[in-house]
């Protein structure tokens, strides 16, 4: 049974090959012989039909699909990978250790600037206030009594004189810690202060700049308008083709897409400027806080060192009842002093059991929930701005020389198919890391969509190079044989010229023609049999062009 099916199969096989091969040596025969002659025409045999239907059946000039040579963008690019960042983190933090009262956002959540998330449990605080509170009137009576007459206690004078030494010498190193931790505070809050303060200054450039851009593609859209109402003008009089009117419509489209991405763009800016606006405002507002913490604080050391000279002078003093008493007064008023500024130290704390968002942005980590304790270091939540992102990648460091700041990049996500994000090169590292010899480099991001998410991942094109060609081909009308690389040209009486041409720079899409083929030439891209130099053709589409 086997050999008999392979014996059929064999037999089935030789006759269709039979019956093809006499097909085609018809055809060709035909196709070579004059008008008329043998009674059939070539016929054309596409791979699957051409686009359309179009395929070229038995009997016609073969179908091909054509591109119109012309002007185009040549570009290099450099391809990585890279993720996707926030500019701004911000960890919400505590400054002392509490039980957390409530948390009034999660994950996902969106949030402003001085917005309440967290409360810290303040009766510990509150304890302490009052305990400050109670050390003040303490210290306010022992000053009434000291006033009233009372005299202080018999002391070796020896023993005294050395305790208040030691006592000044302790109050003075706290005090020269307090006002060392003084200037770091304040330089810290100083600092934050400058940069929001540049990031505003930047924001509002940023403004300036995206309404001169709105301008231009005002302008731009005026222009196409009146294109391609000339266009519609000259193909009612029949001096332009339809494809010329389709194009100046494309070109309208285009245009009105590119106004409203810039009103976008400005809408976004602005946005940037009304944050910048807000945190400039909250660095402030941190940075009066730290000075009057500051203040406090320096304010309690100076009176405990004040209150540890006055008991050694009045140590030293004590000889004489009358110098005693006075000093005696003037040390029970330092400790009234000393006694109001941790009363003051203890309210702003009390003050800090409410943790507020630095920033405008999304809540991307919750690591506690109400009930929990709560420590310095240990942030309870994260929040980042989303307005914009950064792209961090790297690239070798041997293709360091072909990038610069400034460079369109262009990223693609498999979270985001079918969608291409463009941004700039805004910061580029000047030494390549010692172990992978690679580059960094960080790509701005607008966000106006809201479709990125810091932690994304995709990879990056880098354009390094743009070159405005004056030819270009689609790079499948370019032909490669023994005698190089030709393109067939189809001309107006839709006859085939083989031509030899020249090839300058290539992009993944298009190819620059440098010689051979002039713009405006229609160019086959798609052929379904082999073209022969004067073999008159059938274009896709009704006999037009494809532009």
Avoid at 151 to 156: D, L, M, Q, R
Avoid at 517 to 522: A, E, I, L, R
Wanted: proline content about 4%.
């Amino acid at each position: 049974m086997r050999f008999v099916i392979i014996v059929l199969s064999a037999m089935l096989l030789t006759g269709l090959t039979v019956w093809r091969f006499g097909n085609r040596s018809q055809a060709n025969a035909a196709a070579g012989g004059p008008p008329g002659a043998g009674g059939a025409a070539r016929a054309s045999r596409p791979a699957g039909g051409a686009p359309g239907g179009a395929g070229g059946g038995r009997g016609g000039p073969p179908t091909v699909g054509v591109a119109v040579a012309g002007p185009g963008e040549i570009e290099s690019s450099i391809d990585t990978v890279g993720s996707l960042e926030s500019p701004n983190k911000a960890l919400i933090a505590p400054k002392f250790t509490g039980r957390i009262e409530s948390i009034s956002v999660r994950e996902g959540d969106a949030v402003t600037v001085g917005q309440v998330l967290v409360k810290i449990d303040p009766s510990e605080l509150d304890g302490e206030v009052a305990q400050r509170q109670s050390s003040v009137a303490e210290a306010r009576a022992r000053l009434a009594q000291a006033q009233l007459g009372q005299n202080p206690a018999a002391v070796s004078i020896s023993s005294a004189i050395e305790l208040q030494k030691s006592a000044v010498a302790v109050a003075n190193s706290d005090f020269l810690q307090v006002q060392a931790n003084q200037a770091a505070v304040l330089a810290s809050a100083d600092q934050t202060v400058n940069q929001a303060d540049a990031r505003l200054r930047g924001a509002e450039a940023d403004v300036q700049s995206a309404l001169a851009q709105q301008g231009r593609d005002q302008a731009n859209l005026e222009n196409s308008t009146s294109k391609l109402k000339r266009a519609e003008s000259l193909f009612a009089d029949g001096f332009v083709s339809l494809q010329s009117v389709e194009n100046s419509r494309t070109e309208l489209a285009v245009a009105k897409a590119t106004i409203r991405v810039s009103e976008s763009n400005v809408n976004a800016r602005r946005q940037d400027v009304i944050s910048g606006r807000a945190q400039l405002e909250s660095a402030k507002q941190q940075l009066s806080i730290a000075k009057r913490k500051s203040q406090a604080d320096l304010t309690s050391a100076k009176a405990k060192l004040a209150q540890a000279k006055a008991s050694l002078n009045s140590a030293n003093a004590n000889q004489s009842q009358t110098s005693a008493y006075k000093e005696n007064l003037s040390a029970l008023r330092a400790s009234v002093q000393s006694a109001e500024g941790q009363l003051r130290q203890s309210m702003a704390r009390r003050q800090e059991s409410e943790l507020r968002s630095p920033i405008t942005g999304i809540v991307t980590l919750r690591n506690a929930d109400p009930g929990s304790l709560a420590s310095p270091g240990n942030a309870v939540l994260v929040v980042q701005s989303t307005d914009w992102l950064f792209v961090r990648s790297a690239i070798p460091v041997e293709q360091g020389a072909s990038v610069r700041v400034g460079l369109v990049a262009k990223l693609t996500l498999d979270s985001v198919p079918g969608e291409a994000f463009e941004g700039k090169i805004s910061n580029l590292t000047q030494a390549a890391d010692n172990q992978s010899r690679q580059l960094g480099l960080l790509i701005r991001l607008e966000n106006t969509a809201g479709k990125l998410n810091p932690g994304m991942f995709g990879h990056v094109s880098i354009v390094t190079k743009s070159v405005r060609a004056r030819v270009t081909v689609p790079r499948e009308a370019i032909r490669a044989g023994k005698e190089g690389q030709t393109v067939a040209v189809v001309d107006k009486d839709l006859k085939v010229s083989l031509r030899p041409v020249k090839i300058g720079g290539q992009s993944p899409k298009l190819a620059e023609i440098t010689d051979g083929v002039k713009s405006g030439d229609q160019v086959v891209i798609l052929a379904y049999d082999q073209l022969r130099e004067g073999q008159t053709v059938k274009l896709v589409g009704a006999g037009r062009s494809k532009k």
